[in-house]
């Protein structure tokens, strides 16, 4: 089997596996997921020792025809953009199952839902044809709903109905410009590869690329979250559980972003020119206006939320640079936040199953009762605060680099909103788990033994990309000078 295809089937067929599994047989429901989402972290692995250094292209491609009529076929295959992108996702899917081993309530139907999320979210970063691309992107959004709505806490109905609507929105809008750029392109195909060798000799009209683009921009920015399509975003984390908000706010937030830059940008150079400069200005609002928001917040959950929607500025603003640097610190912010949020959202979830609030000032001392999750949720904070040693650190410095060629005056709102951050999550840290200890916690809990694993997961991978950023750069860089170069040569031939 190809391994594209096996990670893809791996969470999809473990579903449907569970729907077997008597209701009353939790532990097998618990393990079968295991086991279901530990496989595609060993493919993912092997895959990224294996992946070619160089302009490599898409490797592991496997087609096979589905509606030949309408161009369209199932296909798969990787570079090293989703390469990087589905290594975090297979991460945070993996560490979320054994974060939700302390759900008790429906587990069966928990874990169903689940792992259709990560089987969505896989298909939207392996799929390189445009009609399953959004089928998964779809099929990611869809578990949502049920996942937030049943097993979420404080206001989930409310959280769930502005995702929805949100994300529908949005999605209609992506759908319309996938269908028209089927239609204007005059490939009569969803072949992304084919789409980009076509195009290369028969680019789009530029009037065309204008309209067409702001379509794709718009439709999958609502979910990157674009300012100011980014409210539904931090009340979507607060109200998940713990392992749907590592998977929403990892994983589920830079669909959006891969998507603009996989195939608006890609496919529409002259439309990318001409907007992109704007979706700099509005990551200036991204940045800073989601940083004072996260710092007047009370709950935590709410407060990663809101810093989550400003670390997405800049994966945008580095996507809007159209410079190497840019990009690849783009990509590798991407990833770095992912892992970064991940562990927040796990310490927090922690705190609030034994606690039962999330404000961040009934906390109090919790490191003298919690020392491991605590010193989990300070790494999380000084990742995101940008300290030398982690992922963090080395993208946002290639975004700030790569923006000072393009646009400087959003570098530098850049460099501010790193400021901000490290205000709001020092003082959060000081708050929630120094001083003294509010005595209604004295029962707590820290997590023991296996409950260590996940959190150990992510905070290693943090540390090793941080420390060691190369390896994973010479991956990115490979497919994002491609998308340049084709960039460059299909605008070259538009302005003849």
């Excluded at 309408?70 to 054994?98: A, K, M, N, P, R």
Aim: hydrophobic share 55%.
């Amino acid at each position: 089997m190809n391994p594209i295809t096996g990670i893809l089937l791996c969470p999809i067929v473990g579903s449907l596996i569970l729907l077997l599994v008597p209701q009353r047989r939790s532990n097998w429901v618990r393990w079968i997921s295991t086991v279901a989402t530990g496989i595609p972290v060993l493919i993912c692995m092997a895959l990224l020792i294996q992946f070619p250094r160089g302009h490599a292209g898409y490797q592991w491609v496997q087609k096979i025809p589905w509606i030949p009529a309408l161009g369209i076929q199932y296909q798969v295959g990787v570079d090293g953009i989703s390469l990087t992108l589905l290594l975090l996702h297979v991460l945070c899917g993996f560490t979320g199952v054994l974060i939700s081993y302390r759900i008790k309530e429906r587990v069966k139907e928990y874990y169903i839902f689940y792992l259709l999320l990560i089987g969505g979210v896989a298909g939207v970063f392996v799929s390189l044809d445009l009609f399953f691309f959004y089928l998964f992107y779809e099929m990611a959004v869809i578990p949502m709903f049920p996942l937030i709505g049943i097993w979420g806490s404080g206001d989930k109905k409310y959280a769930t109905m502005k995702l929805t609507l949100y994300l529908t929105a949005g999605a209609v809008l992506a759908l319309i410009g996938l269908l028209a750029l089927y239609a204007v392109s005059g490939a009569h195909s969803f072949d992304l590869i084919f789409l980009e060798r076509y195009l290369t000799q028969n680019p789009i009209p530029g009037h065309l690329q204008k309209w067409l683009f702001p379509f794709l921009l718009i439709g999958f920015g609502v979910i990157a979250p674009m300012w100011p399509l980014h409210s539904w975003s931090p009340m979507g984390h607060a109200a998940a559980p713990s392992a749907v908000s590592m998977l929403h706010a990892g994983v589920l937030m830079k669909l959006g972003s891969y998507a603009i830059l996989r195939i608006a940008v890609q496919l529409l150079p002259q439309g990318a020119y001409t907007w992109l400069p704007w979706v700099a200005l509005l990551c200036i609002m991204n940045i800073i206006y989601g940083g004072f928001v996260a710092l007047a917040q009370k709950d935590m959950k709410f407060l990663i939320g809101y810093s989550s929607s400003s670390h997405m500025g800049y994966v945008l603003l580095g996507i809007a640079c159209l410079n190497p640097v840019g990009l690849n610190g783009a990509v590798l912010l991407m990833f770095a936040h992912g892992l970064m949020t991940a562990t927040a959202f796990a310490t927090v979830g922690h705190v609030y199953d034994q606690t039962h609030t999330r404000i961040i000032s009934d906390w109090g001392g919790l490191a003298r009762r919690i020392p491991f999750i605590s010193t989990a949720f300070i790494i999380a904070a000084m990742a995101s605060s940008g300290l030398p040693g982690f992922a963090n650190f080395v993208s946002e410095l290639l975004v700030f680099f790569g923006a000072w060629n393009s646009y400087r005056w959003s570098a530098l709102a850049a460099v501010f909103g790193i400021v901000i951050t490290a205000f709001y999550m020092l003082r959060a840290v000081r708050t929630a788990f120094f001083g003294p200890l509010n005595m209604r916690w004295a029962e707590l809990e820290d997590a023991a033994g296996f409950e260590r694993v996940p959190y150990l997961i992510l905070i290693a991978a943090l540390l090793i990309v941080g420390c060691w950023p190369r390896f994973l750069l010479e991956i990115i860089s490979s497919s994002t000078g491609t998308v340049l170069s084709h960039l460059t040569h299909l605008e070259t031939i538009a302005k003849l």
